[in-house]
C-alpha cells in the first residue's frame, strides 16, 4: 500500500496534511480581510465617511477595473515566466504582501478628504498590488497536486477560511468601528479615525496570515524553468480560444462576481437606510453572509460525491434564488421582521456560499485540460483569466450599485430615504442578483469536465510527462 502511495504521489497526485490545507486555506482568509472590506464598506466609506459623490465613485471603480484587465494578463505571464528563489508562485505573498496591506489602510485614511486624486492613487494602487497577490494564490492551488479529490478537500478549506474572513469584516467591522468611535450613530458610524484603525487591524492581520500561508505551502506540479522561459502574453488569448471549459467558467465568473459584487454594496444601505437599523444589526446581517461556511462547506466533498459537481451547482444556486425572494417578500412587508430577514439571509447566503465557493475547484481542471492540449501548464496566465473575469463581473457589480443609488437620488445626508430610494435598495439587495444567478444556472450546464474525464487527463499528462 505504501508503495502504490509513493508511485502514485511520484505522478503528482498528492496527499497533502491537514496543516498544508489550512496553511494554504489562511492565504484567502489573508486576502478576505481586505478583499470583503473594500467589496461591503468602500462604496459606504466614500460616499457617506470620505465625502465622495456616488457618480464619481463609479466612474473610480470603472476605472480600477479596467485597469486590472489590463494588468492581470501581464501579472500572469510575469509570475509564469519567473521562478523567484521563494517558489514560483508562493514568493508573490511576501514580495507583495507588505505593500498590499499598507495600501489597503491608505484607502481608509480621511487625511486628504474628499481628494478625489487622493482616492483614486490608494484605490487604483490597491487594486493592482491585490491582484499581484490573487493570481499566483489560485496558481498554487493547481501546484500542489493534480489529485482531484484533495482540490476539492482543499478548495473547501479555502473557502470555508475565505468565509471566516467574510464574517470577520461583516459582522466584525461595524463593531470595531462602534467600539473606536465616541460617536452616537443610529447606524453605521462615520467617525474617520475608527475606520482607519479597524482597517490598520485587518490589514496587518491579513499579513501575518499571507507570511503563515507561504511557510505551509510546497510548490511540486509547476511546469520547468526552460518551459517557462517559453511562456508569452499570447498564450493567454491562445488558452482562452483553444480551451472550452475556460470559456464557460469565464462566464460563470464574470455572472457570479457581479452579484456578489451588487449583492455586498447593497447590504450597508439595506439595514442602514432601508431597515433603520442598527449597527449591531448590521453586523448580524453581514455575518450571516458567512456564517453559512461553517455548516455546509466542511461537507462539499460529500455532497459533491453524492449528487455530482453539476447537480450540486444547480441545487445551492436554486437555494440562493429562494433566499433573494423570501428577503424581498419580507422586506415588502408593512413592519419587516428583523428576525425574518436574517432567516432569508441566511437562505441566501447557503446557496452562494456553496456555489461560488466550489467553483474555485474548477480552476485547476481546466488548467490540466489546457495543459492536455498544448503540453504546458500555464496555471499563472490561466489564474490571470479568471482574474480577468472576476474583475470584470466585479466592475459590473461595482458600476451597478451607485448608479442605481444616483438614478434614485440616495441622499446620505437624509435618515429616512424616499419610496424610490427604497425600492432601489432592494432591487440591489435581491432582484437584480437572483436575474444574474439564473443566468449562472444556465451557464454552468454547459460545462462538460466530469471528474472521471479530469483523472483521465491527468493520467495521460503525467504519462506523457514521464
Not at 465617511?49 to 476605472?63: C, N, P, W
Not at 453586523?283 to 453539476?310: N, R, T
Not at 427604497?422 to 437572483?434: H, K, Q, R, S
Request: hydrophobic share 50%; net charge neutral.
Amino acid at each position: 500500500m505504501a508503495l502504490e502511495t509513493t508511485s502514485q504521489e511520484a505522478k503528482g497526485f498528492y496527499k497533502l496534511s491537514w496543516l498544508q490545507r489550512i496553511g494554504f486555506g489562511s492565504g484567502d482568509l489573508a486576502q478576505n480581510l481586505i478583499f470583503q472590506v473594500t467589496c461591503m464598506y468602500l462604496l459606504f466609506f466614500y460616499t457617506d465617511v470620505y465625502g465622495l459623490d456616488a457618480a464619481d465613485v463609479t466612474v473610480m471603480f470603472t476605472v480600477g477595473n479596467v485597469a486590472n484587465v489590463i494588468w492581470d494578463p501581464i501579472v500572469g505571464t510575469l509570475i509564469d515566466k519567473h521562478s523567484p528563489k521563494l517558489g514560483k508562485y508562493r514568493a508573490y505573498l511576501v514580495y507583495v504582501g507588505i505593500p498590499l496591506s499598507g495600501f489597503a489602510i491608505l484607502c481608509f485614511w480621511n487625511g486628504f478628504a474628499p481628494s478625489l486624486l487622493y482616492a483614486y492613487i490608494s484605490y487604483i494602487a490597491m487594486t493592482l498590488l491585490y491582484t499581484f497577490i490573487n493570481v499566483p494564490y489560485g496558481a498554487l492551488n493547481s501546484a500542489l497536486t493534480r489529485d482531484t479529490n484533495e482540490i476539492t478537500i482543499l478548495t473547501s478549506v479555502r473557502m470555508f477560511m475565505a468565509n471566516c474572513g467574510g464574517l470577520a469584516v461583516g459582522s466584525g467591522l461595524p463593531i470595531l468601528i462602534a467600539y473606536f468611535t465616541n460617536e452616537q450613530a443610529e447606524g453605521l458610524p462615520k467617525d474617520p479615525t475608527a475606520w482607519f484603525t479597524t482597517m490598520t487591524i485587518y490589514a496587518l492581520v491579513g499579513l501575518a496570515l499571507l507570511f503563515f500561508c507561504f511557510s505551509q505551502c510546497k510548490e511540486r506540479v509547476v511546469m520547468s524553468k526552460e518551459e517557462s522561459e517559453n511562456v508569452k502574453v499570447s498564450d493567454l488569448w491562445m488558452e482562452f480560444v483553444h480551451n472550452r471549459p475556460l470559456r464557460i467558467i469565464a462566464f460563470f465568473f464574470i455572472t457570479a462576481f457581479a452579484m456578489m459584487s451588487v449583492g455586498n454594496a447593497a447590504g450597508a444601505y439595506f439595514i442602514n437606510s432601508y431597515m433603520h437599523g442598527t449597527a449591531d444589526q448590521l453586523s448580524v446581517f453581514m455575518g450571516l453572509g458567512s456564517l453559512p461556511s461553517f455548516f455546509f462547506m466542511p461537507f462539499v466533498p460529500v455532497i459533491k460525491k453524492a449528487i455530482g459537481k453539476k447537480n450540486m451547482f444547480y441545487v445551492f444556486l436554486g437555494i440562493a434564488i429562494l433566499g433573494m425572494a423570501f428577503l424581498y417578500l419580507v422586506a415588502k412587508m408593512d413592519e419587516p421582521n428583523m428576525t425574518l430577514v436574517y432567516i432569508a439571509q441566511f437562505v441566501k447566503s447557503t446557496g452562494v456560499i456553496v456555489a461560488t465557493g466550489y467553483m474555485w475547484a474548477l480552476v485547476p481542471e481546466v488548467i490540466s485540460f489546457g495543459e492536455w492540449k498544448s503540453g504546458k501548464r500555464i496555471a499563472g496566465i490561466v489564474n490571470a483569466l479568471t482574474g480577468i473575469f472576476f474583475k470584470a463581473g466585479m466592475t459590473m457589480g461595482s458600476v451597478v450599485a451607485p448608479i442605481v443609488l444616483w438614478y434614485v437620488h440616495y441622499n446620505p445626508e437624509v435618515v429616512s430615504q424616499t419610496p424610490e430610494v427604497n425600492e432601489g435598495i432592494l432591487w440591489l439587495t435581491c432582484v437584480i442578483p437572483a436575474v444574474l444567478l439564473l443566468i449562472a444556472i444556465f451557464i454552468i450546464s454547459k460545462y462538460e469536465l466530469s471528474d472521471e474525464k479530469i483523472d483521465e487527463i491527468n493520467k495521460a499528462i503525467e504519462a506523457r510527462n514521464a
